[in-house]
């Protein structure tokens, strides 16, 4: 078997955007582990040395490019005419709202002026207002026509693929995500140290800023802007900074180098005490580090995963595409957040951000949220252990391929 195994290529050919290569990347990992030759399709040569167990490919495309060349891309995945397997990146539950679109059954007043007051109800689903939708489904404006395409594309012929596999993605993502932390814990026990990759500063920082006790005010990490798209109006910016100010509490928070001008004046000086402003900072590290108390998020389905199979407590702040369904799992269903409120403008304001800070940290509800933070993260290892859910459903998806 182990032979077969060897004899099986699998190619692995993402969507080039980040939210797509991290989690297939990754289960190119698992695949290799089971002893499949894996390679992954790539867009960069830098990716290369991340895992030696994998074959690289890069073609001539630029990442930046992705979203205004959808239907080139996907003209060249058509061109391999090789047997495929769906690996979807989102949510079930939003693959399931746009299954349900494309099938009619599932039908929304879009022109409607009081579509606000909208409740689709779906089998399996939480009633879910049109905030909650993802944002192609609620907002009929138009905006970003390739990748609306792209995802209508990705279920019109599901159904026929050599193989849809109904396991969530949500088991894949926290295996590897599981193992790799098992590992960095491992490390930091026997070596005393965290692990070499792990920006020595800002972990410094959050070491420095650590705190005891459940409602001691641990450290909120926070993450906004840090996908490509869309991009936050400086005054969404301003009002996220100054909420941050006044919760009074310590954070460390992703600009990008290019979205910091839309910081207040004197912001980072004025908060030093207190905040650390980064260009980049390496999530999963943060997220596992012993400070952080709470995080603030845009919910892309990555951060929604990694926040949830670490056990923290998140602040969802949803913009657009799937992170709506995101947080509504996140604070209603799960249970293991709270969801910003937006006002009649659309717009978080300083006051809703310090008050959810506030709630998540210390709050009536924290408690609540804190244990159930940790049954995730325990029911997230258990589906990833040797013979958890996770594991049994990777090893069947191996040991059917290896059988053609």
Known sequence: MEQKHKETHVLVFPFPIQGHINPMLQFSKRLASKGLRVTLISTSKTMQPLASSINFHSIDFHEGDAVANVDEYLELYESFGLQGASFFTQCW??????????????????????MGNVVVSLPSMPELGMSDLPSFVSDNSGSYPSLWKLIRSQFSNFQEADWASATLTISWNMRVRNRE?????????????????VDEKQMANQDSRS???????????????QQKLPVGSEKQMVEL???????NKNFLWVVRETEQNKLPSNFMEE??????????????????????GCFMTHC?????????????????????TDQPTNAKFVADV??????VKKDEKAMMR????????????????????????????NLAKDAVDEGGSSDKNIQEFVADITRI
Request: glycine share 8%; with cysteine; proline share 3%.
């Open 93 to 114: 539950a939003v693959n399931a709202i746009f299954i349900h679109l494309k099938e009619g059954s599932l039908r929304l007043p879009l022109e409607d002026e009081n």
């Open 181 to 197: 932390l098992q590992k960095q814990e491992k490390r930091k026990e026997q070596n005393g140290a965290a692990d070499n990759q």
């Open 211 to 225: 705190y005891r006790g459940a409602n001691g005010g641990t450290s909120n990490g926070s993450e906004i802007n």
């Open 241 to 247: 900074a100054m909420g941050l100010k006044l919760t």
């Open 271 to 292: 908060t030093a005490e207190k905040g650390l402003v980064v260009s980049w900072s390496p999530q999963l590290d943060v997220l596992a580090h012993r400070a952080v």
């Open 300 to 320: 892309g389905w990555n951060s929604t995963l990694e926040a949830l199979s670490l056990g923290v407590p998140m602040i969802a702040m949803p913009q657009w």
């Open 334 to 339: 799960w249970k293991v957040g709270i969801r």
């Open 350 to 377: 300083k006051e809703e951000i310090e008050r959810c800070v506030r709630e998540i940290m210390e709050g009536e509800k924290s408690l609540d949220i804190k244990r159930n933070s940790e049954k995730w993260k």
